[in-house]
């Protein structure tokens, strides 16, 4: 609106009104009106106005002078602004929970990094829910049922939470099969960084999804260590898809009790606006949504969780 109203004022005060109008895109009419509130707004007439003619006044002369620069500066930051927007350059912020998802985003930023290199990618994982805003994020990933409020979200792949172990483990102390057999079992826990609180494993019961706690011989706040000795045979634990898939397929871990395998959560990609986004933002976006999209690569199929289970339990006989 205020570059309208510039680019109209300064076009009237060279006395031409008719193309001010066709120049922003607005009727004569609305000029005029916009003249009027500039000339009420300072309490002085800006232009001599009659039906054939239209000169500026001694104050409107004075008051052209002095706003030039000042439009001439407007006029270059806009056209700044709309280059911006256009560049595939400059900084661009990322967050999302360190849980899981480095072995996500990792391949798709590498990608990334490779097509665009004047982009400086500044990527902070964190557990916790900041204050996008405040943090000046670009793109954010969460793990959630639903999109946070006041975001886009575009929902990028369920997230499976696979009860696995080792076959040394599973050798050594046996498969359970039923929840309350995880009762004898040394069973691991994440603990949340931010307050320290040992999390439940989600497992299907039923139609719905509910927590079950476990007594944790093993508890740690990163899950690549919790990965670590899972497949040191040590402990049996609750990993997240994109975490386990590469090594349920390689026979390195072994899901159990599949009927009890949640995956009401999903991996949610967050931006704050569809049209205001730089094109760096952009294009990250649409890389992100083109790789990740329900990928085959984070996600076990029903069948192929099955063959795993068959298979790696055949393996102990």
């Known amino acids: 609106m205020r570059r309208r109203f510039t680019g109209c004022y300064r076009e009237l005060f060279s006395a031409r009104a008719t193309k001010a109008a066709e120049a922003q895109q607005i009727s004569p009419q609305a000029a005029s009106k916009a003249l009027g509130q500039l000339e009420a707004y300072l309490g002085v007439r800006l232009l001599h106005r009659t039906t054939r003619s239209m000169s500026l006044t001694e104050e409107g002369q004075r008051f052209l002078e002095a706003a030039k620069p000042s439009l001439a500066g407007l006029q270059q930051a806009l056209q700044g602004a709309r280059q911006t927007r256009e560049e595939i350059a400059g900084p661009l912020r990322i967050v999302g929970p360190r849980t899981m998802l480095q072995p996500i985003i990792g391949p798709v930023l590498d990608e990334y990094c490779r097509l665009y290199p004047e982009v400086q990618p500044d990527v902070q994982l964190d ?26 979200a575009r929902r990028l792949l ?12 599973l050798r050594k102390h046996g498969v359970p099969q039923c929840l309350h057999d995880l009762s004898m079992h040394r069973c691991s826990a994440f603990r949340r960084s931010n307050d320290g609180r040992i999390l439940p494993w989600y497992v299907r019961v039923g139609d719905s999804t509910q927590d079950q706690h476990v007594t944790p011989t093993f508890s740690t706040n990163d899950e690549d260590f919790e990965l670590r000795t899972a497949l040191a045979g040590t402990i049996i634990g609750q990993f997240a898809g994109p975490t386990a898939a590469p090594h349920i397929r390689a026979g390195r871990l072994v899901p159990v009790l599949l009927e009890h395998m949640s995956d009401t959560y999903s991996l949610y990609l967050y931006y704050g606006s569809r049209l205001a986004q730089p094109a760096r933002v952009r294009r990250f976006i649409e890389l992100a949504v083109d790789r990740l999209t329900d990928s085959k690569e984070f996600v076990l199929g029903a069948e192929e969780l099955r063959n795993a289970y068959t298979k790696g339990t055949a393996a102990l006989r």
């Open 127 to 152: 557990d916790r829910v900041g204050n996008w805003v405040e943090d000046r994020v670009d793109v954010g990933f969460r793990l959630g049922h639903t999109p946070q409020e006041g975001l886009i």
């Open 158 to 169: 369920p997230l499976q939470l696979i009860i696995c172990a080792s076959p040394a483990y």
